[in-house]
């Protein structure tokens, strides 16, 4: 492991993470890690006792408020506690956290902005376990948002991301939504600001306790990423404007 100056956070945006957090963390290369922080959104389980138990730093909501104000949560005690790089690892095993040496490494460079890790990049998706009708509906807004934003990506839905301080400083990513959009929003935020973004490939891994979201929330989901292109582009033409991507 290269020496480096920057401090690197682990954040943890945890719910009914119980069962696998502790395969989770040991998949972590600690020596690239400086903090690992945990934010639980009123688990109803004992992922609370156990995150204290194992260490971690934790923060719990009073009550739940979902995704995004986990996030919310994660990044603004990371950047109190002094976090130069934030990389989002989520609890539930899904997403491969040995690849945080290449997820960070163009941050520690100063290369970009924000590194997201891709299935799509990463290949076989489907192979991985990703359902048919959640792979088409990636691929197709994925589309939709490459041609709004004019960027090129291969993924914009991966839940495994690493973000500077200064990405996280200069958007304003406390007026994101509370849900799973905040994902898409965070992304036009950057744009607007000119951050750049980069891929690294991840593998794609789906298993009983994974966290997922069935078909109907999914929908709801893809309809919310339509309102915030829509909104990104009126903002972006000076049509109405939106102080969440002033």
């Not at 890690?33 to 138990?53: C, F, K, P, Q, Y």
């Not at 898409?184 to 950057?190: F, K, L, P, Y």
Request: with cysteine; net charge positive.
């Amino acid at each position: 492991m290269p020496a480096r100056a920057k401090k690197v956070i682990v954040v943890m945006p945890a719910y009914n993470a119980e069962k696998t957090l502790e395969r989770t963390l040991e998949d972590i290369p600690r020596g690239w890690v400086d903090e690992i922080i945990l934010v639980d959104d009123r688990s109803r389980d004992g992922t609370v006792g156990l995150a204290r138990r194992l260490g971690l730093h934790v923060f719990v909501h009073d009550k739940n408020k979902g995704y995004g104000a986990n996030q919310k949560t994660c990044y603004r005690e990371a950047l109190k506690r002094g976090g130069d790089i934030m990389v989002m690892v989520h609890p539930d095993h899904q997403y491969d956290p040995t690849v945080i040496p290449q997820l960070i490494s163009p941050l520690l460079e100063e290369g970009c902005d924000a590194v997201f890790g891709s299935r799509m990049l990463g290949g076989r998706p489907l192979e991985g376990g990703m359902p048919k009708w959640k792979y088409l509906g990636n691929i197709f807004l994925t589309a939709l948002e490459n041609a709004t934003f004019y960027m090129y990506l291969t993924e914009y839905h991966s839940g495994l991301r690493a973000y500077s301080r200064r990405y996280l400083e200069t958007v304003r990513f406390d007026l994101n939504s509370d849900d799973f959009v905040f994902d898409s929003e965070i992304i036009a935020q950057g744009v607007i600001h000119k951050m750049r973004i980069k891929e690294i490939p991840i593998a794609t891994r789906y298993f009983e306790e994974a966290s997922k979201i069935g078909f109907l929330r999914s929908l709801v989901y893809g309809l919310s990423i339509l309102k915030t292109l829509v909104k990104f582009k009126l903002h972006k033409k000076g049509i109405v404007r939106s102080d969440q991507f002033s």
